[in-house]
């Protein structure tokens, strides 16, 4: 049976936690719907209400904590905050292979006049958990998504900081559950049911390839006790604030942010995910999962916003969806596996462990199919 599409937009019922209404409409073009009827100027100010509460009249501490990638998202939240005239605490969970140009964006950040904490992640380990992530549930940056969630709220306890400024709320944006779209506080509920872990817990890997409970300090989210003493409260941006990556892409690079000159292998979007040489394994195995990949997530984005007609995003999605990762920002795979200590041919048999065949046509003996630019054929 063919897979039911969004009337509206491009995502595939294959999409984890996405619903669709009567007349075939995802949760996600629905939850974009929903902004039309926000009054975001009500919005911005009870966000200036909020940040208020916040702010120290001593100046012995820092006002909140910014988790920051260097991407245009965090560039945005790290402008935003500044120009309420917070003094933030920017906090880098190092990514997993970190591009040059990630790192000059990451350096941008610091130069708009903010002190940084880079905490960097043992590499031997995360190796492994990166290892684990791709053979046990298809996902390579399984560690970096842990990391980038619970890294900033330790420095927060740590350095006794209350507020934790995250971006956008990926359940709004992407679909997902009414009540996880609609949030405006991430705690460790939300991570732990849409934070995209995959159903793999942390704990899940002591004693995996050597994995000792002190290897995974960083990978672990504070305990109520010690949330609770400091009284940290983390707060998306994106409920506050009309979210849309692209435009936060271009008030980002009117602050130095920079892009890549041409789309990033796979997607379509050049402002994007530009840090992480992993990047575009993590995208290729949801594409092998679900049948769609990054191109589809920004076409559908500017479909929403009247950027794009339907039927232009489709054929731009066909172009771009897919392509087996042979280099990921300019990298070859065999080097970004490397790393990890992997085969090509190892890699090539998980792929073809996590291709849905329910999406994509195999031969009567099992093997799937792949065209003349060795991209998977999907069933019609
Ligand atoms: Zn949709």
Redesign the pocket.
């Known amino acids: 049976m063919a897979i039911k599409i ?6 595939p019922e294959t999409k984890p936690d996405l619903e669709f209404d009567e007349n075939g ?2 949760s ?2 629905l939850a974009y719907d929903k902004r039309a009827g926000i009054n975001w100027d009500e919005r911005g100010q009870e966000f200036l209400e909020l940040i208020e509460e916040y702010r120290r009249d001593d100046d012995d501490n820092y006002d909140c904590v910014i988790p920051v990638s260097g991407g245009k998202d965090s560039t945005c939240q790290v402008i935003r905050m500044l120009q309420a005239g917070m003094n933030p605490l920017c906090v880098v969970a190092t990514t997993d292979s970190l591009s040059s140009l990630g790192r000059k964006n990451i350096e941008n950040i610091k130069s708009l006049g903010v002190d940084m904490v880079e905490y960097s992640l043992n590499p031997k380990v995360r190796r492994v958990m990166n290892r684990i992530g791709l053979e046990q549930i298809g996902d390579i940056s399984w560690p970096e998504h842990v990391a980038i969630f619970t890294v900033p709220i330790r420095v927060a306890v740590q350095f006794n900081i209350k507020l934790v400024v995250w971006g956008e709320n990926s359940q709004n944006e992407y ?1 997902g559950p009414a009540a996880s779209q609609d949030s405006k506080v991430l705690n460790r509920q939300w991570l732990e049911e849409f934070g995209g872990l995959l159903g793999l817990r942390v704990t899940d890997l002591i004693g995996q390839q050597g994995i000792k409970p002190k290897d995974l300090i960083p990978y672990t989210y504070p305990s109520n006790e010690e949330l609770e003493r400091v009284g940290v409260s983390g707060v998306f941006l994106g409920y506050y604030f009309p979210w849309d990556g692209m435009g936060n892409a271009i008030l980002a690079q009117s602050y130095g942010f920079q892009v890549l000159p041409t789309l990033v292998e796979g997607s379509l979007a050049n402002y994007e995910n530009l840090d992480n040489h992993q990047t575009g394994i993590h995208d290729y195995f949801k594409y092998l999962k679900y049948g769609f990949g990054r191109a589809t997530d920004i076409a ?1 984005n500017h479909i ?1 916003r009247g950027r794009l007609s339907r039927s232009d995003a489709l054929n731009l999605v066909k172009r771009h969806d897919g392509i087996y990762p042979a280099t990921c920002l300019g990298k070859p795979l065999s080097e970004i596996l490397e790393e990890i200590e992997m085969t090509q041919e190892k890699f090539d048999e998980i792929c073809d462990r996590f291709t849905n065949k329910k999406v994509f046509r195999t031969t009567s003996s099992g093997e799937f199919i792949r065209d003349s630019e060795n991209r998977l054929v999907k069933r019609t």
Not at 6 to 11: D, H, S
């Open positions: 969004c009337n509206r937009c491009l995502y409409v995802c996600a073009c679909g559908n929403r």
